[in-house]
């Protein structure tokens, strides 16, 4: 079976079962789910909303992700000549 697989089966399994089963699948990984939260300052919060209004509204572009490596790329390129 894929991890695919196993990751949709999971998640359906989440959906429907009982809060004990949920409460002890979840202490077996509480640890590791705890190392995975990202924790995001007020500021940074404020600022990626911001931007996220203004994508929506049309006010900034985004750049598709091979653009920028390829920008980023360039920039280092320059920097270690």
Known sequence: M???AI???LHNYLE???EKKIKAIYTMIEDDVEDTL???TGDLKQELD???IDYQNGKMKMIKAKDSKARIAKLLNKKFK
Do not use: C, M, S
């Open 2 to 4: 894929t991890i695919t």
């Open 7 to 9: 990751r949709q089966k």
């Open 16 to 18: 429907i079962a009982n």
């Open 38 to 40: 990202i924790n995001y």
């Open 50 to 52: 911001k931007r996220l």
